[in-house]
């Protein structure tokens, strides 16, 4: 626990430091995050049996993640769904080569597309938002979303909780603990709106109830989506980076889905 607590206080703190600073140095923090999750996502997937194409997931991250930076949204979209596209075919060509070609390979291969790069990438479609206020403000709900949720089903749940969420995928998640989570990701939410000015932004307080009970729901589904990866390649956590945290995808498997959902909900709504 003294372990986990120290860690996760460092955490906060390089966490504050990065998004003040915003620009590059988010960018290239966020960076190498997605390519430290990136490879421990593969190498778990390979420890589980499976033969994972690599290098065109790659290729995809580095160019598209590129494209987000340096080119406005209607000059990079053509860019990164080349490169998805270039991912899906080489893929598939790579596995059907192969003497023993298996649908599963080919999926596999796929999942950290899905799992790491377009939700990172979503990120860095918030960090390019021009109205700065509301790029900071989004960004940091990001964080504040997932690792309040987290801390309100930990303390909450592993003290009350009784009845069991999804036993057969996290066995120490309870109904209780999820609740709380959703509840903790509210408050904490609410407070950021109340402390940050948001003026010219055009984000009301019904817009962050939405985003946190949504958010509630995504970054739960999120975290129980890492360890039903983790049960089916039969390893605790993907890395071990992070004393009593885990590796970086354990840091991230929460955070990701809620990229996307942000960076969708401004896009529609704001």
């Excluded at 590059?24 to 390979?46: D, G, K, P, Q, T």
């Excluded at 080349?82 to 991912?87: G, H, I, K, N, R």
């Excluded at 995808?249 to 969708?264: E, F, Q």
């Amino acid at each position: 626990m003294k372990k986990r607590i120290i860690t996760g206080a460092l955490l906060l703190i390089a966490l504050v430091i990065v998004l003040v600073l915003g620009g590059w140095v988010f960018a290239s923090v966020w960076f190498l995050c997605m390519c430290i999750a990136l490879f421990e996502v593969m190498r778990a997937l390979e420890k589980g049996g499976h033969r994972v194409v690599r290098w065109p997931q790659w290729i995809t991250f580095i160019v598209s993640s590129i494209a987000v930076m340096l080119f406005r949204e209607k000059n990079s979209a053509p860019i990164i769904i080349t490169t998805f596209l270039f991912s899906i075919l080489i893929t598939c060509i790579y596995v059907l080569r192969h003497d023993d070609p298996k649908l599963e390979n080919y999926l596999v291969s796929l999942l950290p597309l899905h799992l790491i790069v377009f939700p990172g990438l979503s990120m860095l479609g918030l960090l390019r938002i021009e109205n700065r206020t509301l790029s900071s403000f989004l960004l940091t709900l990001v964080f504040v979303l997932p690792e309040t949720g987290d801390m309100g089903a930990y303390f909450i749940g592993s003290r009350f909780g009784k009845k069991k969420l999804l036993p057969a995928v996290s066995p120490s998640k309870t109904i209780i603990g999820s609740i709380a989570g959703l509840v903790s990701s509210l408050v904490f939410s609410l407070l950021l709106f109340a402390v940050w000015n948001l003026q010219n932004t055009g984000v009301l307080w019904w817009h962050i109830v939405s985003l946190a009970l949504l958010g509630g729901v995504f970054e739960q589904v999120g975290d129980l989506f890492a360890s039903l990866i983790k049960r089916h390649c039969a390893i605790k956590d993907f890395g071990h980076i992070f004393p009593g945290h885990g590796g970086m995808m354990d840091r991230m498997d929460s955070i990701l889905p809620i990229c996307v959902l942000i960076y969708v909900y401004q896009v529609i709504v704001l």
